[in-house]
């Protein structure tokens, strides 16, 4: 191995966090421009309190900031580009305070970090001056700060325009964290559209991996008459070194364990590999017995679920822990832990360890150079190897940190047999040289090489047009402050609104791309134009214009009220909100409908859906041999099963409709399919749903499809459409993602009540404790949800005897006596009178007249026996009494399965404990 062993060992010391507000360092309001010393000195003396004393290449940052120039600040991984923008944020407050600045705005690529950061900020400047917007949450929008994605503020600048300096939502400075988003094939038009529609704003550029920037440097001077300074010299706090190794992994990571050089951070391009990689390193000694036991401590009472919680339990208690996307965020959340107090040596994950985590890494070991970028294997670029290597060695931690690149698996073996072979010439003769698999991408040291010492590629322009990036301009309402002294027009609402032809025409000739890619952009918008011409959207008119001979010119202008917002939030709610008049309120299936509208205009979660397909072609092949059809016609015959799409027959020809006069949409496709419905109808848990189509490895997903769409019925059901099982539903959904992690619902509710001002000691200790699990509420906490928990707990037992599944009815009852014999006997009267058919579950059948629950203290109805056959009076204390009526081929509806629920048991089960006492005629 080429990594020499004499490095340095990490610490384990983390950075404290701030010191209190920053609002006491702030100079006083003097109604004229901040003192550019005075803000500089108050910041560094709250970063040197905080004790982060302030970095040479920060320093100048922040007097570049701070004297009005833009900063491009293109500085390593861990060198401190947070405080920066912290610094930037500061002064713009300043100026806001004094009357001279308006608001800074902070993006980032995901809404998780700029959740982060908006806590991060609360804690810095106080809850009143911060606010956030991300698309399903705004937050103390008015707020001088406001934290955001990049498409809310590009959707923003086209809307709004620049503004004028001294309004009050004038934006007057923006930070822009990952900058090299901007090339992005598909989102880097959000990063690009603020440079261009924002001439009077202060700009903070960061990346750790930007290239060559001096392109966009010469156009943002040119464009706003504003100095650009860039800082790049900033020597990396912590160095990184470099190694390409062809010995085996297993040695390798051992190595580095022994040899101090841990956390070590496994690299995979897939969440497969992650795991599987895992698995193999159970049979690796990486902790001693005390360390395991120290992992053991820590992890205390952490509740692992069932699924990929179990896996990950057995791996975190041998030392090796594994983070990606697809995992539960509680999971994710422990993983950091651990290894951030040092307990983990070794942590298996994909690159998405590039963005934004904070967990202090010491050696990155990358496992390939190679990845699918969704249409090919290819090579790593230069930009996506230094922001995976970036994350090694963490200041505060390390005093180096360690990239090392494994060589491809055949050139490990090949190695490994001739050094076998030693120095006979004969063994060395009979090797068979192993060779790159046919077909694939291989890599070499040279290609390493290649990667370590390029600088980042230069960035590249992605700029695109779409009906909302025309449509918010058409709805610009001021001046956008490049006009030339030609007539303007009155947009029909509040302020001057400069003439949109004109707008438009400077945004698709304006942008960063070339003449002929401005060209295509000219077509598409004329094309848009069109489609919203013949949707009656727009018309022409005629502007005054002195400097022509006819005395006008043609322009356009809206003739409808777009929706506030609409390009800002999630685009089909509008479309959710009125598919809800094609519902019958009266309808058995009503409340299960206006769950499928709202899972219709959701993004498609698709390894969920692609885990429903493979079922249910699991099934239709088995049906189809039963049935004898041919391969060949059951093959052609499979390509028609997909997932569930409920509605889809009414949902689809109506948005067609709907886009007809709402072109805002245009770009946005309804997805009918049924994950939340699947399991309203099937009774399952969460447990049951990952179970049943094989989503183990990607609960995140799951959990985050489900928070979605709470989120969405909470906020999209209109009153009219809120009966009350669709309220029971809502109240369920909610407490099972609580249930099963509770993080991503109570941040979202956190955020609609941030903490006051005063409670600054609160917020850190919020978001110190970040990382530890919230205690779980009693399942039977929530009255509504837990009635839903039983409803699905009695048709479930509907649907098994509708099926005779008596061994499922078995494992269910046979704790209260009812094995699937007494099943059989109970329900053998029914089948023989009413044929096999005798029990339905379709809509009918979940009708909420058929299932009756009453509480602690209530009547049942005459006749009704406990479970040793007494009569009861009434129902007993921490029980519910519970009858689901049959719905029988003959309608006669005079068969059920009745029920006590033990309340206390059910706690402590976190499910409904069910007591079948009886089952049939009434």
């Known amino acids: ?137 705004a937050v103390n929008a008015d707020a001088p700060i406001i934290c955001c994605t990049a498409e809310i503020l590009a959707n923003l600048a086209l809307r709004n325009g620049a503004g004028t300096p001294g309004e009050d939502d004038f934006v007057g400075q923006v930070v822009m964290d990952e900058f090299h988003y901007y090339g992005d094939p598909q989102r880097g038009w959000a990063w690009q559209v603020p440079l261009l529609e924002l ?156 963005v934004g985590i904070n967990v202090p890494i010491r050696t990155v070991l990358m496992t390939s150079l190679v990845k699918f970028d969704g249409e090919r294997m290819r090579h790593l670029t230069a930009r996506e190897f230094h922001q995976i290597a970036g994350r090694a060695g963490r200041a505060g931690y390390d005093t180096l940190g360690e990239v090392l690149v494994m060589a491809p698996e055949h ?61 918010n301009v058409l709805a610009r309402t001021r001046d956008d402050g490049r006009h030339d002294g030609g007539p303007r027009h009155d947009g029909g609402s509040s302020g001057t609104a400069v003439d949109p032809v004109e707008a438009m025409r400077h945004l698709l000739t304006a942008n960063h791309d070339t003449a002929a890619q401005q060209a295509a952009h000219v077509r598409q918008a004329l094309r848009i134009y069109r489609s919203l011409r013949v949707a009656g959207v727009v018309e022409k008119v005629r502007v005054p214009d002195d400097s022509r001979p006819a005395g006008y010119r043609p322009s356009v202008r809206l003739e409808v009220d777009l929706p506030r917002d609409f390009a800002l939030n999630a685009p089909l709610s509008p479309f959710a909100l009125a598919a809800m008049d ?54 052609e015959l499979l390509e028609e099963v997909t997932w569930p799409r409920p509605l889809a027959d009414l949902l689809e020809p109506a948005f067609a409709q709907y886009k007809q006069s709402n072109p805002w949409v245009a770009g946005a496709e309804l997805a009918p399919k049924s994950v939340v419905r699947d399991m309203l109808e099937q009774a399952m848990t969460f447990a049951e749903l990952v179970s049943t189509y094989g989503l183990e490895r990607t609960e995140g997903v799951v959990l985050r499809y489900l928070a979605d769409a709470y989120r969405a019925v909470r906020q999209v059901v209109p009153e009219e459409h809120r009966t009350e099982e669709v309220t029971e539903i809502v109240e369920w959904l909610g407490e099972l993602v609580r249930g099963v992690d509770s993080s991503l619902l109570d941040e979202w509710e956190r955020l609609q009540n941030p903490v006051d001002d005063d409670a600054d000691d609160v917020v850190q200790g919020e978001l110190a404790d970040a990382g530890a699990e919230a205690p779980a509420r009693p399942v039977t906490g929530n009255p509504r949800a837990f009635r839903r928990l039983v409803r699905n707990a009695m048709f479930r037992r509907v649907e098994l005897a509708a099926r005779e599944d008596y061994d499922a009815l078995e494992a269910l009852d046979k704790a209260s006596g009812w094995d699937g014999d007494a099943w059989a006997d109970a329900l053998e009267d029914l089948f023989e009178t009413q044929g096999d058919d005798a029990i339905g579950f379709g809509a009918n059948a979940r009708a909420t007249a058929l299932l009756t629950i009453l509480e602690p203290g209530a009547e049942p109805p005459a006749g009704a026996t406990a479970s040793d056959g007494a009569a009861l009076a009434t129902v007993p204390a921490d029980t519910w009494w519970v009858r689901q009526v049959l719905d029988d081929t003959n309608g006669d509806r005079d068969w059920a399965i009745t029920a006590l629920v033990d309340l206390p048991a059910s706690d402590e089960a976190g499910m409904p404990v069910v007591q079948v006492l009886q089952v049939g005629r009434l």
């Open 199 to 354: 001439p009077h704003t202060q700009f903070l550029l960061m990346s750790g991996t930007l290239g060559d920037t001096t392109r966009l440097r010469e156009d943002l001077t040119e464009r706003t008459g504003r100095d650009v300074a860039e800082v790049t010299g900033a020597e990396r706090p912590v160095p990184l070194q470099f190694s390409y190794v062809q010995d085996p992994l297993p040695e390798v990571i051992e190595e580095l364990v022994t040899t101090h050089r841990a956390p070590v951070y496994v690299v995979h391009f897939t969440q497969k590999d992650a795991v599987d990689r895992a698995q193999a390193l159970l049979s690796t000694k990486l902790a001693s017995k005390d360390e395991k036991q120290a992992i053991v401590d820590e992890i205390g009472a952490f509740r692992f679920g069932t699924g990929f919680g179990k896996i990950l339990s057995k791996y975190l208690r041998a030392g090796v822990g594994v983070h990606h996307a697809g995992m539960l965020p509680k999971y994710r959340r422990l993983v950091e832990r651990l290894t951030q107090k040092g307990l983990l040596k070794v942590v298996c994950g994909t690159d998405t360890l590039g």
């Open 1 to 137: 191995m080429t990594a020499t062993d004499s490095a340095a060992p990490s610490t384990t010391t983390a950075l404290p966090r701030a010191a209190g507000t920053l609002l006491p360092h702030l100079p006083a309001p003097t109604g004229s421009a901040p003192d550019p010393d005075a803000l500089f000195e108050g910041f560094g003396e709250w970063a040197a309190s905080s004790g982060r004393p302030l970095y040479p290449h920060q320093e100048e940052a922040l007097l570049e900031l701070m004297t009005g120039s833009h900063v491009v600040l293109a500085t390593p991984t861990g060198s401190g580009k947070s405080m920066v923008a912290m610094g930037a944020q500061f002064a713009a407050l300043a100026a806001r305070r004094s009357g001279m600045g308006g608001r800074t705005y902070y993006t980032a690529p995901l809404k998780a970090l700029v959740s982060e950061k908006f806590f991060d900020l609360v804690a810095a400047f106080g809850s009143r001056n911060v606010g956030m917007m991300t698309g399903d949450s």
């Open 411 to 471: 050139v490990i073996e090949n190695r490994k047999m001739l050094a076998k072979a030693g120095d006979d010439p004969k063994k060395k003769k009979k090797i068979v040289r192993k060779k790159a698999p046919s077909g694939a991408v291989n890599w070499t040291e040279s290609t390493f090489e290649r990667l370590r010492d390029a600088p980042p590629e230069p960035l590249t322009s992605q700029f695109g047009v779409n009906h909302a990036m025309v449509l």
């Open 582 to 635: 094609l519902l019958d309120v009266e309808s058995p299936t009503h409340a299960l409908d206006v769950v499928s509208v709202i899972e219709a205009t959701l993004d498609d979660p698709r390894q969920i859906l692609y885990g429903q397909q493979k079922k249910a072609r699991g099934e239709a092949v088995a049906a189809m041999k039963a049935e004898g059809i041919e391969y060949d016609e059951r093959m």
